[in-house]
């Protein structure tokens, strides 16, 4: 079993559809990362966590250490919100990673 | 949030060739550049972590020899790949991180072709 599950692993979604994915861990960390990678392979650092929960524009990222389980939703989905979307977390100087989400969102 | 820029962002070489790739880290200092090689369809596997002044500790399984690390400064570290292979053809990917700190910024990757 992985450290690091994510779901699903792959989304497909109409245009303007609220979305979830999922992310549980299995090891203690000290925070975690929500990653996005476009087609091209480049990665942006969407949030960092470490309890509770952020927000940035439409996306929010929310995170319970206790049920080791975190969650990024996308309001307003819009066809240029396509990427992969990789969970990452940070334990002292080690990073693991989901094997990620393809969210594929249709106009 | 701060920039890390790698360099190439496409490598074309030829087998038995050697490649490096740089991390740079354009505004913090980067106490840990990590390095991670992502295969099609795959997450991103982490190959060696170096501390800034100190030999990079590589994950098992990564070839040392075939893969060297350099990290000589705070804002600058490479990867390269040693006699090429077609095999080794991938997407590598680094980041880097200020000391103490949990958040890592990521460089924009490079997808390296051995032929």
């Known amino acids: 079993k992985n450290e690091v599950e994510q779901s699903p692993q792959n989304l497909t979604a109409q245009e303007g559809e609220f979305i979830t994915i999922n992310c549980s861990y299995s090891?203690?960390?000290?925070?975690l990362h929500w990653l996005q990678q476009h087609p091209g392979g480049g990665i942006v650092s969407l949030f960092m966590l470490s309890s509770g929960k952020k927000k940035h524009g439409r996306l929010i990222a929310t995170i319970n250490i206790q049920e080791k389980h975190s969650s990024l939703h996308i309001t307003a989905s819009h066809p240029r919100d396509s990427a992969v979307y990789i969970c990452?977390?940070?334990?002292?100087?080690?990073?693991?990673f989901g094997a990620g989400t393809r969210l594929t969102v249709k106009p | 949030g701060a920039v890390v820029s790698q360099h190439p962002s496409r490598v074309i070489c030829k087998s038995g060739t050697s490649v490096k790739i740089e991390c740079r880290s354009l505004d913090f200092q980067a106490t840990t550049m990590f390095w991670y090689r992502q295969f099609p369809k795959k997450s991103l596997m982490l190959m060696a972590t170096s501390n800034e002044g100190s030999k990079a500790t590589y994950e098992q399984g990564v070839e040392k020899d075939k893969f060297l690390i350099n990290h000589a400064s705070l804002t600058l570290s490479t990867l390269t790949v040693t006699s090429a292979h077609p095999e080794d053809s991938s997407f590598y990917i680094c980041?880097?991180?200020?000391?103490?700190?949990?958040?890592?910024?990521f460089g924009q990757g490079t997808r390296l072709t051995v032929v």
């Open positions: 980041s880097a991180r200020a000391y103490r700190d949990t958040e890592a910024f």
């Open positions: 990452a977390v940070v334990n002292n100087n080690d990073m693991r």
């Open positions: 090891v203690g960390i000290s925070a």
